[in-house]
């Protein structure tokens, strides 16, 4: 697709001479007379670069630049100038400009300046992809992700439809982020939608636009979901959530790849991949009739279901590194770990909210817990269901699979319960056990157990 610039100037020869060169170039070239006119088309269709002149009538460069900035920050400006001073080059330039060029124009220098623009401008798009997928990582070697991680790679490179489901807070929106990230479509971001937060009344403009004066309050064009994913990927989320009038518009768009911005007559064509995600059961939906059965046929072409953390619990310890090296690094806290205990504590909690549920509580106990580790006495309830008053959990033979690990916790749970019985008192402990009263404090200490005293 070619690269679209707006020129921007008063002056008829400009535009004309500009027009002809750009177009031999292959650029697809869009002329405004005036700032107000740029203004306008920027709105009907974001240009990748803008070459803008500053004196003109009524609303000159500077200003317009400014409004442009203000409504799309990454659109590449480059300004233009017969009466140009050092003075007006760098206030552009502070105002957000990519180059200034004085007239009259050498228009080697103008292809140039728009190539590095253009560059530039690619550049930051890699950066922020790249970021992006920094933030995207599926964690765990468990069976089920390791399940779900082969699903993800065979289809993400296709372009079929896919239906992730699971409960809240398994990360739908990861595995969709992931899909698009390795698949052909990456070079674009990926366009979200939260179907449960737009309201039925504005969903025909969310998802397909508006035009102008189409309604009350739309005073400027306004390119919807649907058009800003042309060429990437849509994610339809909580799409159990949408109404059912909702649900027959998206369907017809879905099935024709093509609608009108509302107010509009102009038939917009796109490519786009959707990827939709639920926690309902949606063929129980259907049964209700809340939710259109040929809508879920048109979306559930590839399922994908996202298992709920009971069901991986050996990721916990991973996931746990992670959370608590991102919550160090965004409060600036000191790294922290999880004691083994603590550890088979919380795999053995049955987690109703899920990896989100679990990201949370590690935030509270880096914040909250004073020691480097993290103990389950510092563990709060119901994360410690099964923590005693003086001991820690009770284990079950299912949970280890050392004979070192088992050792470990029978020798914590036989202390604890031998506290119990002589009140935390340590040396009447110690002398029913048969250990020395220093080896009984050392064991007190690694296990995290409470004396009570």
């Given at each position: 697709m070619a690269r679209s610039i707006l020129v921007v100037d008063d002056e008829a020869s400009i535009i004309q001479s500009l027009d002809g060169v750009l177009s031999d170039e292959g650029f697809d070239v869009q002329n405004a007379g005036n700032g107000m006119e740029a203004l306008e088309k920027i709105e009907d269709e974001i240009p990748d670069l803008v070459l803008l002149d500053i004196w003109m009538?009524?609303?000159?460069?500077?200003?317009?630049?400014?409004?442009?900035?203000?409504?799309?920050?990454?659109?590449?400006?480059?300004m233009m100038s017969g009466h140009g001073t050092i003075e007006t080059a760098v206030k552009a330039t502070k105002l957000g400009a990519y180059d200034f060029i004085e007239k009259p124009l050498s228009l080697e220098k103008v292809l140039l300046t728009i190539q590095n623009a253009l560059e530039h401008k690619r550049l930051e798009e890699e950066i922020s992809l790249l970021k992006e997928k920094g933030k995207h990582r599926i964690t765990g070697t468990s069976e089920a992700i390791r399940d779900l991680k082969a699903q993800i790679r065979i289809v993400a490179p296709t372009n079929a439809w896919v239906l992730i489901s699971g409960e809240n807070g398994t990360g739908k929106e990861l595995v969709a982020h992931t899909i698009h990230q390795l698949s052909r479509r990456s070079h674009k971001p990926m366009v979200e939608v939260n179907c449960a937060a737009i309201p039925e009344e504005l969903i025909e403009s969310e998802l397909f636009g508006h035009e102008k004066g189409a309604f009350t309050g739309a005073g400027a064009m306004k390119r919807g979901k649907f058009d800003l994913a042309h060429e990437a990927t849509l994610f339809l989320d909580e799409i159990g959530d949408m109404s059912l009038k909702a649900q027959s518009k998206t369907l017809r768009i879905l099935q024709e790849q093509k609608f009108e911005r509302v107010g509009g007559s102009k038939t917009i064509h796109v490519?786009?991949?959707?990827?939709?995600?639920?926690?309902?059961?949606?063929?129980?939906?259907?049964?209700?009739?809340?939710?259109?059965?040929?809508?879920y046929f048109r979306l559930n072409v590839i399922p994908i279901r996202v298992p709920p953390l009971r069901e991986r619990a050996e990721d916990i310890p991973e996931l746990l590194e992670e959370f608590t090296e991102e919550v160090s690094l965004n409060t600036s806290l000191p790294s922290k770990g999880f004691s083994e205990d603590a550890i088979r504590l919380l795999k053995r909690y049955h987690w109703p909210g899920n990896v989100r549920e679990l990201k949370n509580l590690v935030e509270r106990l880096v914040i909250m817990t004073s020691s480097d580790e993290i103990r389950p006495a510092d563990i709060p309830p119901p994360f410690n269901q099964g923590e005693g008053s003086h001991g820690g959990p009770e284990a079950s033979l299912e949970d280890f699979d050392t004979y070192r690990e088992a050792r470990a916790e029978f020798e914590r749970v036989f202390i604890a319960r031998k506290l119990r019985e002589f009140n935390g008192n340590v040396s009447q402990t110690a002398e029913a056990i048969g250990i020395e009263r220093s080896n009984l404090h050392k064991k007190i200490k690694a296990y995290g157990l409470d004396t009570g005293r």
């Open positions: 009538p009524d609303l000159d460069g500077i200003e317009t630049l400014v409004k442009i900035k203000e409504s799309h920050p990454h659109l590449q400006v480059v490519d786009v991949r959707v990827i939709a995600a639920t926690n309902k059961d949606l063929e129980a939906e259907i049964e209700k009739g809340t939710f259109r059965e040929d809508l």
